[in-house]
Nanobody, 117 residues
Framework: VHVVESGGGLVQAGDSLRLSCTAS????????MGWYRQAPGKQRELVAE???????NYVDFAKGRFTISRDGAKYTWYLQMNDLKPGDTADYYC????????????WGQGNRVTASA
């Protein structure tokens, strides 16, 4: 399974960005998809996740500003980020739980999001 993400970049506070992530390969199904972030000097933390049945979970800082969505037919998922703040500056990683004769997790390569004041 190969996971590739895109998006990210440098924006001003208040701007929006959308991250995308696609899983490819053969003979697997997806249990859940998610987004994490890691700010400099801090641990990686969950941002949002969505299950194969469409159940969504946001952490508190993401509620009302970030939206996770998916295109199940393409094994692609997105994170729409609105009203970005300098505190959102971090490396953002997509994550996917794959089912193929058992459960396994894969990560995207990470993309830097910088929101300047």
């Amino acid at each position: 399974v190969h996971v590739v993400e895109s998006g990210g970049g440098l924006v001003q506070a208040g701007d929006s960005l959308r991250l995308s992530c696609t899983a490819s390969g053969s003979d697997f199904s997806i249990n859940s998809m998610g987004w994490y972030r890691q700010a400099p000097g801090k641990q990686r933390e969950l941002v949002a996740e969505i299950t194969d049945t469409g159940k969504i979970n946001y952490v508190d800082f993401a509620k009302g500003r970030f939206t996770i969505s998916r295109d199940g037919a393409k094994y692609t998922w997105y994170l729409q980020m609105n009203d970005l703040k300098p505190g959102d500056t971090a490396d953002y990683y997509c994550n996917v739980e794959i089912w193929h004769e058992g459960s396994d997790y894969y990560w995207g390569q990470g993309n830097r999001v910088t929101a300047s004041a």
